[in-house]
T-cell receptor, first 113, second 111 residues
Framework: ETGVTQTPRHLVMGMTNKKSLKCEQH?????MYWYKQSAKKPLELMFV???????ENNSVPSRFSPECPNSSHLFLHLHTLQPEDSALYLC????????????FGPGTRLTVL | AQSVTQLGSHVSVSEGALVLLRCNYS??????LFWYVQYPNQGLQLLLK??????LVKGINGFEAEFKKSETSFHLTKPSAHMSDAAEYFC?????????FGSGTKLNVKP
């Protein structure tokens, strides 16, 4: 595997379910990011991790819980989501946090029923 | 505050015509500038980037962009559009240890 991978690619869940999104980067980068992309809205940065430590949380509701066990893996744990949380969730990584080029995974298309 | 403005959420061109996608930014310091492309149901892919040096930057798939400091612009161009160029394009600015994305421009290419 090369680049940034995300699983699953598609996820349908009910509002009472608990699920997790997984991201893995094979680029040796130190920073990882979660973005939310909704229809007709700009790309929204959710969380930033640098060397496994969370450095940004952009007022994301607590029903989204990120986890970064090491610099290569990033998870987004989901629980009691709302239909408006349906979106494409993109993971990205960069060599260093900040202005370095970000490399994106293919995204997870999430539908909340 | 830093910001990125992409003029035109939708642009339509004929196959073979010039592609021009506009991006203006505000930044109090020289920024790093990027263009990304997103095909349906895929992640964002880097097209090109400007950091320092030559202001005309060439990217993949025949695209190029020119950094114009006086105009605070970084417009993306391609001399001849191809059907496969239909996608959404995002301009991004990096400075002060942060990254800012524009709202995107969807490019439609007509046969």
């Amino acid at each position: 595997e090369t680049g940034v991978t995300q699983t699953p690619r598609h996820l349908v869940m009910g509002m009472t379910n608990k699920k997790s999104l997984k991201c893995e980067q094979h680029l040796g980068h130190n920073a990882m990011y979660w973005y939310k992309q909704s229809a007709k809205k700009p790309l929204e940065l959710m969380f930033v991790y640098n060397f496994k430590e969370q450095t940004e949380n952009n007022s994301v509701p607590s029903r989204f819980s990120p986890e970064c066990p090491n610099s290569s893996h990033l998870f987004l744990h989901l629980h009691t989501l709302q239909p408006e949380d349906s979106a494409l969730y993109l993971c990205a990584s960069s060599q260093e946090k900040g202005v370095d080029t970000q490399y994106f995974g293919p995204g997870t298309r999430l539908t909340v029923l | 505050a830093q910001s990125v403005t992409q003029l035109g959420s939708h642009v339509s061109v004929s196959e073979g015509a010039l592609v021009l996608l506009r991006c203006n930014y505000s930044s109090s310091v020289p920024p790093y500038l990027f263009w990304y492309v997103q095909y349906p149901n895929q992640g964002l892919q880097l097209l090109l980037k400007y950091t320092t040096g030559a202001t005309l930057v060439k990217g993949i798939n025949g695209f190029e962009a020119e950094f114009k400091k006086s105009e605070t612009s970084f417009h993306l161009t391609k001399p001849s559009a191809h059907m496969s160029d239909a996608a959404e394009y995002f301009c991004a600015v990096g400075n002060f240890n942060k990254f800012y994305f524009g709202s995107g421009t969807k490019l439609n290419v007509k046969p």
